[in-house]
């Protein structure tokens, strides 16, 4: 029987609009590898842009899906967390985290974008966050997230690659080896994603064409893609260049059909192309 890797996904499911574990699931899917999903709460639609969001809490069903994957012995290749509804969320997945010391411990502090919070969040969630980063193996915040992580404001002005890595190395310290920042303005000009492996001192850029608009769950779908990669044995700067091309080549399919922003990236068009399993070397040294 060939191995495959096994993933606990501890995200919520939202019913529309693309994204957590709705674009999660088949992503990592796709890359040969079997998400099991810890639902943390069902929505109708993510949280921006389609009004009252029907929202029904999951808080109570994560510890005990936890009890019963220990008691049927039941192992994870990796613990993979993103959007949290609360405090107490968070509280079990660390529980999570702890229960499954071998596994890769990915945690996507999913808290803004665009230089703003998510209404969801308030100061205590976004402190509570911290407390996962911390016992993470790899994080994957946006600049947005990556600031409220560093108790700083959202850099108004592009960044200088010492500003950068300045922000990953503070990150790092915070306990994960691997931070990758996504969706950076630098100051020499571009956008990038740009990571820092901390355990071999490298950082790597991975510039990106820069599209006028922002769709939901394009973040979910680089920490699947970068998780994924990771897991099949990529290597840092292999896996942010294949999670970076994948959401490029999605953000533009779905530009080019000018498709409503609010509903996500047109994932089904364009899934085959990770399926296709190629190596990618578009990255440069920071
Ligand atoms: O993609 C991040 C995300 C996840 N889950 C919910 C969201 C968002 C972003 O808006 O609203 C419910």
């Not at 109570?60 to 192992?75: K, M, V």
């Not at 600049?143 to 990150?171: D, F, H, N, R, W």
């Not at 969706?183 to 599209?211: K, L, Q």
Request: charge should be negative.
């Amino acid at each position: 029987m060939p191995e495959l890797k096994r993933v606990a996904a501890i995200h919520d499911l939202s019913g529309v609009g693309r994204c957590s574990l709705s674009v999660i699931l088949p992503t990592m899917s796709v890359m040969g590898i079997q998400v099991c999903p810890v639902p943390t709460a069902l929505l109708s639609t993510h949280t921006n842009g389609f009004g009252d969001v029907v929202l029904k809490d999951m808080t109570d069903y994560i510890p005990e899906a936890l009890r019963h994957y220990i008691s049927a012995e039941i192992d994870f290749d990796c613990i993979y967390s993103g959007f949290l509804a609360s405090e107490t969320q968070v509280s079990h997945c660390l529980e999570f985290m702890d229960k499954f010391g071998k596994a890769l411990r990915v945690v996507d502090p999913v808290m803004g974008d665009s230089g703003k919070r998510y209404r969801t969040y308030d100061d205590n969630l976004c402190r509570r966050m911290g407390e996962l980063v911390a016992v993470a193996d790899i994080i994957t915040p946006n600049l947005t997230e990556a600031a409220i992580l560093l108790g700083i404001s959202y850099p108004a002005a592009p960044l200088t690659v010492g500003e950068l890595k300045q922000m990953l190395v503070k990150l790092s310290m915070k306990g994960p080896k691997t931070v990758v920042i996504t969706s950076v303005t630098m100051a020499d000009g571009g956008i990038c994603n740009a990571g820092f492996d901390s355990e071999h001192n490298a950082f790597w850029r991975v510039p990106y064409e820069m599209i006028p608009k922002s769709y939901p769950g394009t973040g979910d779908i680089f920490a699947s893609v970068l998780t994924g990669g990771l897991l099949l044995g990529d290597s840092l700067p292999i896996a942010m260049t294949r999670a970076t091309a994948f959401c490029e080549y999605a953000i533009k399919t779905t530009f080019g059909y000018g498709a409503p922003v609010r509903e996500g990236v047109m994932l089904e068009k364009c899934l085959p192309m990770l399926a296709e399993n190629l190596s990618y070397t578009q990255y440069t040294q920071l």
